[in-house]
Nanobody, 125 residues
Framework: QVQLVQSGGGSVQAGGSLRLSCAASGRTFSTYAVGWFRQAPGEERRFVAAISKSGDNTYYPDSVKGRFTISRDNARNTVYLEMNSLKPEDTAVYLC??????????????????WGQGTQVTVSS
C-alpha cells in the first residue's frame, strides 16, 4: 500500500513563495495521478492542482492558475507544488492524494485516496 508523506509549507508574507513536497513509498507511485487539495477552517476541501501519471498533463482551478505549478519526479516518487504570488486567501492545510484508478474528474475529492498527513500554509498580509 502506498503511503504519502508531505513536507514544506510554513508561514510567508503575501507575494511570497513556498514549495510543498509529497513523497510516496512503494513502487507503484508512477501508476497514479496525484492531486493537491486545501482546506481552510470551517470550509470544505477544495481542489488546488493535479498531475497525470506521466506528468504530461496538469490541471488547476482558476483561483491558482498562473501562480501554482505542480510537477512530479517519478524516479524520486515525489510530487511538488510550487506556490508563487501567495495571497492571504491561500491560507489552509494542504493535502496531497492519489487519484483512484478509474475514470473521474481530477478536481473531485472523492476521486482521491491515500491522503498525506497535511501541511499548514499561512500567508499574512
Amino acid at each position: 500500500q502506498v503511503q504519502l508523506v508531505q513536507s514544506g509549507g510554513g508561514s510567508v508574507q503575501a507575494g511570497g513563495s513556498l514549495r510543498l513536497s509529497c513523497a510516496a513509498s512503494g513502487r507503484t507511485f508512477s501508476t497514479y495521478a496525484v492531486g493537491w487539495f486545501r482546506q481552510a477552517p470551517g470550509e470544505e476541501r477544495r481542489f488546488v492542482a493535479a498531475i497525470s501519471k506521466s506528468g504530461d498533463n496538469t490541471y488547476y482551478p482558476d483561483s491558482v492558475k498562473g501562480r501554482f505549478t505542480i510537477s512530479r519526479d517519478n524516479a524520486r516518487n515525489t510530487v511538488y507544488l510550487e506556490m508563487n504570488s501567495l495571497k492571504p486567501e491561500d491560507t489552509a492545510v494542504y493535502l496531497c492524494g492519489l487519484k483512484k484508478k478509474r475514470m473521474g474528474d481530477y478536481d473531485v475529492e472523492v476521486e482521491y485516496e491515500h491522503w498525506g498527513q497535511g501541511t499548514q500554509v499561512t500567508v499574512s498580509s
